[in-house]
């Protein structure tokens, strides 16, 4: 049984949880405690206690435990690669990149805890000085996704503890192991009992708790819209700070003067890799009519060679979907798309064995064409591997209907023309734009994150992370 962290002591919850193989569902990774509301508060209690003492910590000692997390993390990332890649069911390396991201991540934030920003400055009156300074927030609370099950909790862990805050952590349902090796790492890197908390359970019945509990100053959550909407509402309503990484819709432009490899490989890296499973997966590619139809077959070649398998297998592209339910939603808009006339141009179909027969959760690679900017297709996060083609009359329409979206987390063109890049780098509405690039695969040092529907509150990661993480004081002092 692996049990919460909280205060320093490993403690059993109420009840526990069978962690499940997506790629070979008869195989069972652990149990794992499963926390409810009277543990969680007792987690928030911890982190409340030893807020003052981590808020008066050095920068040195902060540096030192975060050091420690990164290095041990980057020592390991083959091991825990692969135990993520059991877990969550992307591929081997883009398991051990992400072990290796979140290495880098706690580094980074390592040595943000040793330069922490403050200005002394004269006041506009004769004889007062004023000192600025960033204060840490308290306790927070981290809320995360089960897609990224180690770089999205060390890049709302780190900085918040690199700022001074103590961490209430709650990891998604689906990915309690990934969770658990990270929290045991954080256990043994120096803290203090009760700096870092780890409260694993049921999101629906621990989210609310934790965004309502007045000793929590600050939610961090990466999710759906859906619950991202609760979070805020129910931070709003006590005025606690709160940051929301919520879905996506992202386009990829693919313009006539494209490289035809340049654009087929940034689609299919970021529409189709890791299964889709990101919010920032190109899901509407629009095509100017130039290149439509030759974009479109070179792309239906490449699925074509896909090799969709067991996620920790050599030579496997493309693992399985996480659970059941990911894939009953995935199938339904698939079914959907169908019947709103859009054209399967391949896959589609779930698939119940991996080729050697192993029961799991396998989807094929999926590609639909002709679709309106009206269609679900186009207009919801799917979050799996089905992406839409959409036609454009010209670069003015290509750009207008990557626009058309609620979402504005990540925008993408193919073009050799600087102009045309440039053109669509300044209009795209999204926080972050790609050119001949996928749009996912992020870096750690400088902010991400969205707009519109997308997100909400101060950027995550970079320097700019600490934002989120702390306050202002503005001091005047009478000399
Ligand atoms: C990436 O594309 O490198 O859930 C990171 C997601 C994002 C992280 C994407 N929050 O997909």
Known sequence: MHRNLIAGQWLEGPSASRDINPSDTRDCIGEFAQADAAQLREAIGAAHAAAPAWAASTPLQRFEVLDAVGAELLARRQELGDLLAREEGKTLPEAAAEVTRAGHIFKFHAGEALRPEGHALPSVRPGVGIELTREPLGVVGL??????????????????????????????????????????????????????????????????????????????????????????????????????EMGGKNPMVVLDDADLEVAVNAAVQSGWYSTGQRCTASSRLIVTP??????????VERLGRLRVDDARKPGTDIGPVIDERQLAVDLAAIERARDEGARLAFGGRAMAHSPDGQPGWYL??????????????????????????????????????????????????????????????????????MVNLPTAGVDFHVPFGGRKGSSLGPREQGPQAAEFYSQWKTAYTAA
């Open 143 to 244: 809320i995360t996704p089960w897609n990224f099950p180690i770089a999205i909790p060390a890049w709302k862990i780190a900085p918040a503890l690199a700022q001074g805050n103590t961490v209430v952590f709650k990891p998604a349902e689906a990915v309690p192991a990934s969770a658990w090796a990270l929290a045991e790492i954080l256990s043994r890197a120096g803290l203090p009992a009760g700096t870092f908390n780890l409260v694993m359970g049921r999101g629906l019945e621990l989210g609310p708790v934790l965004a309502e509990d007045p000793r929590v100053a600050a939610i961090s959550f990466t999710g759906s819209v859906r619950t991202g909407r609760g979070v805020a509402a129910a931070c709003a309503a006590r005025m606690a700070r709160c940051q929301l």
């Open 290 to 299: 130039g290149i439509h139809d030759r974009f479109v077959a070179a792309l």
């Open 364 to 433: 094929q690679p999926t590609l639909f064409t002709d679709t309106t900017p009206q269609m679900a297709i186009n207009r919801e996060e799917v979050f799996g591997p089905v992406v839409s083609v959409q036609r454009a009359r010209d670069d003015d329409e290509a750009l207008a209907l990557a626009n058309d979206t609620p979402f504005g987390l990540a925008a993408g063109i193919a073009t050799t023309s600087l102009k045309r890049a440039t053109h669509f780098r300044r209009h795209a509405q999204a926080g972050m734009v």
